[in-house]
């Protein structure tokens, strides 16, 4: 069975502030993917990572960066110094292999200036 | 490339009508999926295809719902009859495969309300 956990609904936070948003996942499976996607006002779904579970290094991207900690099965995800743009609902997904993806609730980011 | 299309991009029904939304998936894209993205959760799958052949489709409420993916290209995803709570957002997403390269390209959805 596949579960992924956003605890966070809803996060608020000032412009230039850091936000980090939790996800944990659960998975039997030794391979498996993990994601993140941003879905803005406009609705589509926007691809920002992908992470395998043989690759436990961190990336960072411009303002965001990510933390793959197998131990504690979780990916969290971090915006810097956050704009009013990145004002969306983000999920986190995992994927076995072969297998659809499987989301979370998502987390509400509201950024304000 | 060009990117997933989906259509129409609103669609606005009467409970008990019927309704029929398109996917045209990424060239190449053996692997399809149907979403159901309900307000304030995440996406659910509702089907998934690996060339014109269905892999899974447990979460289909089949008694309404069907969907079909001729020619392992194109595929088409019906409700009759609609109920109130099928209001949602429909994503359709692809893969080039849904094994090993974990690309999965979505489109903008259809937003369907059911009155």
């Known amino acids: 069975a596949q579960k992924v956990t956003q605890a966070q609904t809803e996060i608020s936070v000032v412009e230039k502030e850091d936000v980090t948003l939790d996800c944990v996942y659960e998975t039997r499976d030794t391979t498996y993917y993990l994601f993140w996607y941003k879905q803005p006002p406009s609705g589509e779904l926007v691809f920002l990572i992908r992470?395998?579970?043989?690759?436990?290094q961190n990336e960072i991207s411009g303002r965001y960066s990510w933390n793959f900690q197998k131990s504690t099965s979780s990916f969290n995800f971090t915006i810097t110094a956050s704009q009013v743009v990145d004002s969306a609902v983000y999920f986190c997904a995992l994927s076995e292999q072969g297998k659809e993806l499987s989301f979370g609730a998502g987390t509400t980011v509201t950024v304000r200036a | 490339e060009a990117g997933v299309a989906q259509s129409p991009r609103y669609k606005i029904i009467e409970k008990r009508q019927s309704v029929a939304f398109w996917c045209n998936p990424i060239s190449g894209h053996a692997t399809l999926y149907w979403y159901q993205q309900i307000l304030g959760q995440g996406p659910k799958l509702l089907i998934q295809f690996q060339n014109n052949g269905v892999v899974d489709d447990s979460q289909l409420p089949k008694d309404r719902f069907s969907a079909e993916r001729l020619k392992g290209v194109d595929s088409t995803l019906k409700i009759q009859p609609a109920k109130l709570e099928d209001s949602a957002v429909y994503l359709c997403a692809s893969s080039f495969e849904g094994g090993r390269n974990y690309g999965y390209t979505f489109g903008s959805g259809t937003r369907l309300t059911v009155v």
């Open positions: 992470r395998n579970s043989f690759d436990e």
